[in-house]
C-alpha cells in the first residue's frame, strides 16, 4: 500500500479527555485565493496498520457487503470491507448495468446485466478500487479493501473517529477521493497511540474536485440515448 514515512510522531491524549481507546483526526482544508470558503467534506478514509506484527492483531473477517444501483447511483459511493469480502452489485434499475473496474485494488468487468439480477465480486487483496458504469458515466464508487479494523470515515465536520485502537505504534495511511497518489503517499506518517483518547491533528487538503472517467475500452462515453424504461 502506501509508502511509510521516517520520524515517530507521539500524540498524547489531552488533560481532561474521556479515556476511551479512540484515535481521532480532522480534514482541514488548504485555503487559497481562489478556492471557495468552505467545501463540502469529500469522501475520505484514514486507517492504521500496526509497527509490530509480531504481536496479536485483530482482524475483522471477511463478510458480505451490497453496492446497490439504483437511479444511475451506487449506493453506497464509499465502502470499506475486510479482505476477502464479497461485494454484491444487484440492479435495481429497470435498465441494464456494466459495473467494471480496471485500476488500482480488484480489477473485474461484471458485463452486461439486467434489471432485478445481481453479481458479485470478492476483494481479495488490500487496495483501493475506482468502480464505474460502462454504459453511464455518472454512476461512479470506491470499493477499500484493508487488513486492519483500524479504519474511520469523516462525520459532517470532517472529523475521523477509529474506535478501539490498542496502544502502539502505526503508519497512518489516508485517502481522499480525487487527490493525487503522490499527494496522499505525502500524508502518511508513522504515529504512536497512546492510551485513552490520542489526537493525530489536523489533515490539511486542497479538496480536489471529481475527475472525469473513461469507459472500460480507455474512451469517452458516448451519449446514452437509450430510453430510461
Given at each position: 500500500?502506501?509508502?511509510?514515512?521516517?520520524?515517530?510522531?507521539?500524540?498524547?491524549?489531552?488533560?481532561?479527555?474521556?479515556?476511551?481507546?479512540?484515535?481521532?483526526?480532522?480534514?482541514?482544508?488548504?485555503?487559497?485565493?481562489?478556492?471557495?470558503?468552505?467545501?463540502?467534506?469529500?469522501?475520505?478514509?484514514?486507517?492504521?496498520?500496526?509497527?509490530?506484527?509480531?504481536?496479536?492483531?485483530?482482524?475483522?473477517?471477511?463478510?458480505?457487503?451490497?453496492?446497490?444501483?439504483?437511479?444511475k447511483m451506487f449506493v453506497p459511493h464509499l465502502l470499506v470491507v475486510p479482505?476477502?469480502?464479497?461485494?454484491?452489485?444487484?440492479?435495481?434499475?429497470?435498465?441494464?448495468?456494466?459495473?467494471?473496474?480496471?485500476?488500482?485494488?480488484?480489477?473485474?468487468?461484471?458485463?452486461?446485466?439486467?434489471?432485478?439480477?445481481?453479481?458479485?465480486?470478492?476483494?481479495?487483496?488490500?487496495?483501493?478500487?475506482?468502480?464505474?458504469?460502462?454504459?453511464?458515466?455518472?454512476?461512479?464508487?470506491?470499493?477499500?479493501?484493508?487488513?486492519?479494523?483500524?479504519?474511520?470515515?469523516?462525520?459532517?465536520?470532517g472529523v475521523f473517529h477509529v474506535k478501539d485502537v490498542p496502544g502502539g505504534?502505526?503508519?497512518?495511511?489516508?485517502?481522499?477521493?480525487?487527490?493525487?497518489?503522490?499527494?496522499?503517499?505525502?500524508?502518511?506518517?508513522?504515529?504512536?497511540?497512546?492510551?485513552?483518547?490520542?489526537?493525530?491533528?489536523?489533515?490539511?487538503?486542497?479538496?480536489?474536485?471529481?475527475?472525469?472517467?473513461?469507459?472500460?475500452?480507455?474512451?469517452?462515453?458516448?451519449?446514452?440515448?437509450?430510453?430510461?424504461?
Amino acid at each position: 500500500m502506501l509508502a511509510g514515512c521516517a520520524g515517530l510522531i507521539s500524540v498524547q491524549a489531552p488533560a481532561g479527555w474521556a479515556q476511551e481507546p479512540e484515535v481521532i483526526a480532522r480534514l482541514a482544508q488548504i485555503k487559497s485565493a481562489t478556492a471557495p470558503a468552505a467545501e463540502k467534506i469529500p469522501p475520505a478514509v484514514i486507517w492504521l496498520n500496526s509497527l509490530h506484527p509480531d504481536t496479536v492483531q485483530h482482524i475483522a473477517p471477511p463478510a458480505n457487503f451490497t453496492l446497490l444501483q439504483k437511479n444511475k447511483m451506487f449506493v453506497p459511493h464509499l465502502l470499506v470491507v475486510p479482505v476477502g469480502s464479497s461485494v454484491a452489485f444487484p440492479n435495481a434499475d429497470p435498465f441494464f448495468h456494466n459495473v467494471f473496474s480496471l485500476f488500482n485494488g480488484k480489477r473485474f468487468d461484471l458485463g452486461l446485466y439486467e434489471a432485478g439480477s445481481t453479481r458479485s465480486v470478492v476483494f481479495s487483496r488490500e487496495g483501493v478500487s475506482y468502480i464505474f458504469c460502462n454504459i453511464h458515466s455518472e454512476m461512479s464508487a470506491v470499493v477499500i479493501a484493508l487488513s486492519t479494523p483500524y479504519s474511520g470515515l469523516p462525520d459532517s465536520q470532517g472529523v475521523f473517529h477509529v474506535k478501539d485502537v490498542p496502544g502502539g505504534d502505526y503508519d497512518l495511511h489516508v485517502w481522499i477521493e480525487g487527490e493525487k497518489q503522490s499527494v496522499l503517499d505525502g500524508l502518511t506518517r508513522r504515529v504512536h497511540v497512546a492510551a485513552g483518547v490520542s489526537d493525530l491533528g489536523d489533515i490539511h487538503i486542497k479538496f480536489p474536485e471529481k475527475r472525469q472517467h473513461l469507459n472500460k475500452f480507455g474512451r469517452s462515453y458516448e451519449p446514452d440515448t437509450r430510453p430510461t424504461y
